[in-house]
C-alpha cells in the first residue's frame, strides 16, 4: 500500500470530496442490505473529526445507463447513512450542475451531503474530462474509499483524481492490504477456492493463482466445464463450451495443483423441490439432470486439501446457495473457513454473500466488499481507481 490515505492530509477546514460504494440492494424504497454503508462509517467519522469544513459524497447505484431512472436514486441511503454516521445527512437531486453546487453550499460548518447517482449521467462511465472537473469543483481533497469500483476508470473513480489531491480511506486500504498481500506475498500453504458459474471470468485468476497458491480448489458451474474438458456427460448442466479447450489446458499446466469436486449433487430440475442424487462426477450426469452443488464426499476431500493452510482466498459458491437445498456445499466451506486458523480473504460479490448468509461473516480475517475489483486485484491488475491516488 504505498499509496496516501486520509492520515497523510490535512483535512481540517476543506471541503472534502468523498467516493463511497453505496451500490447497494433497494426493494421499495427501502435499502436491504446496509454492508457497503457500514463499510464507510470508519473513513467518515475520522474525516468528520478532522473538523472539515464540509464533506459531500458521491456514489453510483445499478445500472441505470446513463438516464435518470427513479429506481435508481440514492435517495433511500440517507436515512440508514445519518442513523450509523449519527448526523444529519443531507441530500441534492443532482451530482453536478446548480442543484450540487446549491446543496453543498448551504451545508453548515461539518456538514455531509450526499449527490444523485453519478450514472444518471453518461459521462461518469465515459471518465468525461469537464464531467470529472465538475465534480472535483465540490471539494479540495478526494478521498477515495469505494473499492468495489476500483477497477473501473470512472470520472468519479479515476477522473476526480486529475484535478485534486487523492487520497485512499480506510476501507480501500484495508482491501488493498489484504488482497495484495495475499497476491504479493502469501503465507504458506496458500490455498485458494474458486467457484461461481464460469470458467472464462476467472482465466487470468486461476492462471495468476496456480503460480502462487499450494492447491487450487474449484467448485460451483464452473467445475463443470472442467468436467467436460475430461470428457464427462454433463447432461443439463451449465457449461461453457466455448471454455472447454481452455479447461483442458488449464488441467494439463496444473498437474495435482488443482482439485476437483469428486462427488456432486445433481438434480432433475432448476428448483430447491427438484428430485436429487449425489453421484461421482466421472459416472456422468443423465439426461435432463444437472449439478447444483458439491457433495459430502467433496465437502471431506476440500476439508482434507484446506487442513493446515496459513492462508485462504475464496471467490464463488460452491452451488446454487441462493437455493437453500443447494446451499450446503457453500455453508460447509464457510464453516470450514470458520473454524481455520488461517488467514481468511472472501472475495466480494456472491462468496460475500453466502457468508453473511451463513451467518459467520464476523469469523472472517476480511470479506472484500468489491466482487470484480478484487478479482482483478487477484489477477495482478494494476485498478485504475487505485493507480490514480496519490504515491507516498
Known sequence: MNKKTVRDVDLSGKRVLVRVDFNVPIKDGQVTDATRIRAAIPTLKYILEQ?????????????PKGERKPEFSLRPVVSVLAELLGVEVAFADDCVGEAAQKAADALPQGGVLLLENTRFHPEEKKNDPEFAKQLAALG????NDAFGSAHRAHAST???????PAVAG????????????????????FIAILGGAKVSDKIGVIEALLGKCDRLLIGGGM???????????????????DAIQTARELLEKAGDKLLLPDEVVIADAFANDANTRIIHAAEGVPAGWRILDIGPGTV????????GAKMVVWNGPMGVFELDNFAKGTYAI????????????????DSAAAIHKAGLADRMSHISTGGGASLELLEGKTLPGVAALDDR
Open 158 to 164: 479515476e477522473g476526480v483524481a486529475h484535478y485534486l
Open 223 to 241: 467445475a463443470n466445464t472442467f468436467f467436460a474438458a475430461q470428457g464427462y456427460a454433463m447432461g443439463d448442466s451449465l457449461v461453457e463450451e
Open 300 to 307: 471431506e476431500a476440500f476439508r482434507q486439501a484446506l487442513d
Open 334 to 349: 464457510a464453516q470450514i473457513l470458520a473454524d481455520s486458523e488461517a488467514t481468511t480473504i472472501i472475495g466480494g460479490g
Open 140 to 143: 479540495d481533497i478526494f478521498v
Open 170 to 189: 480506510f476501507l480501500m486500504e484495508k482491501e488493498l492490504n489484504y488482497l495484495a498481500n495475499a497476491v504479493a506475498n502469501p503465507e504458506h500453504p
Open 51 to 63: 473538523k472539515p469544513r464540509r464533506v459531500v459524497l458521491i456514489s453510483h447505484l445499478g445500472r
